[in-house]
C-alpha cells in the first residue's frame, strides 16, 4: 500500500481475497487459525467473548481465551464453542505464591499451539495481569507470534513501549484517545497534520508497527505505507464494537499464516509485509460493515453482540467466499 498511489477499495479487496483460504477437503483441524484472546477479568468478561466469537464466526477453527479466575466460569456459559483458559490471576484472586513470571508460564506454554494472539479485550488494570500480560508479549515477541493489542492491553504499549517498538508483527487498534495516549508515551505531538499523516508517524516512531487509528474512517499505516478504511459504518457506539475488529483481524492474521505456509497452491505474488497490512486493512472493513448490518436492523438498540452475529455476512459482502465470484 503506497502512499504515492493509494489503492482502492477494489483493488485492495482483490489482494486480500487472493490471501484467504479456500475450504478444502484437504485441510485438517487447525490449519484454518488457531487464534488466542488474553483477557477477560472479575469486572469484564464479554469484550472477551465477543473478540473470540468474531475470530469463530469469521471461520478461525480454534478460538481460545485465557482469562482471569473468576472470569472463566462465566465466559464458559457464554459458548460452548470457545476454549476457556482461567489461567490468569488479579491482585485480588493470586495467591501468595503467585508471580507475573510464574502465571506467565501456563500461558507461554501454548504458544507453540497458536498462530495469533489478541491482548487486551476485557484485561482490566490490575498491575499483576498487567505484567504477566507483558512477559507473555514478551515471548510471543521472540517467537514471532503476530500480536493485537486494543483497550487495556494497549496501556502495555503506553507505559512500556518498549515492549511493542520495532515488533513489526504487532497491530495496534487505539480509539482517539489511547491514540492520544500512546503519541504521549513517545513524545510525539498530534496537532498538526492530516489524520492518516498523524497515524503513520505515530507507526513509525513505535518502529513500523501497524496502526489501525479507529474513527470515523480509519487510518491504517505502518509507518512506511499508509490506507484508509471509509466503509459506511453504523451510527450507534455502543461499548465493544472494537472487540469485533480484534477478533476479525485475529483471524485474518491467521489465515495470512496459511498464505505464506502454502497450505494451498496459490500465486505466492504477495509479500509478507504487505499481507501484514491487508490484514490490517481487511479487518476494518470487515467490522465497518458489520456494524452498518447491525445498525440497519437495530437502530439505537445496537448493541455488540448484534455485531457478532454479522460477521459471516460482512465478510461476504466486502471480500466474498472463494469460488462465489471471477
Known amino acids: 500500500m503506497s502512499e504515492m498511489a493509494p489503492p482502492t477499495s477494489k483493488e485492495?479487496?482483490?489482494r486480500v481475497y487472493k490471501m484467504i483460504p479456500p475450504m478444502l477437503g484437504t485441510f485438517h483441524k487447525g490449519q484454518l487459525g488457531r487464534v488466542a484472546v488474553i483477557g477477560g477479568s472479575e469486572d469484564y468478561t464479554g469484550a472477551?467473548?465477543?473478540s473470540a466469537m468474531a475470530s469463530a464466526r469469521l471461520g478461525c477453527d480454534m478460538s481460545h481465551v485465557i482469562c482471569e479466575i473468576g472470569a472463566g466460569q462465566v465466559i464458559k456459559t457464554y459458548s460452548p464453542n470457545l476454549m476457556v483458559h482461567p489461567y490468569l490471576r488479579s491482585t485480588k484472586s493470586a495467591s501468595s505464591s503467585d508471580t507475573a513470571s510464574s502465571l506467565a508460564q501456563s500461558v507461554i506454554a501454548m504458544l507453540s499451539r497458536l498462530h495469533v494472539l489478541v491482548i487486551g479485550p476485557g484485561l482490566g488494570r490490575d498491575k499483576l495481569m498487567q505484567d504477566t500480560v507483558a512477559e507473555v508479549l514478551k515471548e510471543a515477541?521472540?517467537?514471532?507470534?503476530p500480536v493485537v493489542l486494543d483497550a487495556d492491553g494497549l496501556i502495555l504499549a503506553q507505559e512500556r513501549p518498549e515492549l511493542v517498538k520495532g515488533f513489526?508483527?504487532?497491530i495496534l487498534t487505539p480509539n482517539v484517545v489511547e491514540f492520544g495516549r500512546?503519541?504521549?508515551s513517545v513524545n510525539l505531538d498530534m496537532n498538526e497534520g492530516e489524520p492518516a499523516t498523524r497515524c503513520a508517524r505515530l507507526a513509525k516512531a513505535f518502529g513500523g508497527v501497524t496502526i489501525i487509528q479507529k474513527g470515523q474512517s480509519d487510518n491504517i499505516s505502518n509507518g512506511d505505507h499508509t490506507a484508509i478504511s471509509d466503509g459506511e459504518g453504523g451510527l450507534k457506539r455502543s461499548g465493544g464494537q472494537g472487540d469485533t475488529l480484534t477478533g476479525t483481524l485475529g483471524t485474518l492474521l491467521a489465515y495470512r499464516k496459511a498464505y505464506h505456509d502454502r497450505i494451498w497452491q496459490h500465486e505466492n505474488d504477495l509479500p509478507e509485509k504487505e499481507t501484514l497490512a491487508l490484514a490490517a486493512w481487511a479487518g476494518?472493513?470487515?467490522t465497518r460493515e458489520c456494524s452498518r448490518l447491525a445498525f440497519k436492523e437495530k437502530g439505537r438498540s445496537l448493541q455488540a453482540g448484534d455485531l457478532t452475529d454479522k460477521v459471516t455476512e460482512a465478510f461476504q459482502n466486502?471480500?466474498?467466499?472463494?469460488g462465489s465470484r471471477l
Open 284 to 286: 476494518s472493513a470487515i
Open 141 to 145: 515477541r521472540k517467537q514471532n507470534i
Open 182 to 184: 500512546l503519541a504521549k
Open 318 to 322: 466486502i471480500i466474498g467466499e472463494k
Open 12 to 14: 485492495l479487496v482483490s
Open 48 to 50: 472477551p467473548y465477543f
Open 168 to 170: 513489526e508483527l504487532c
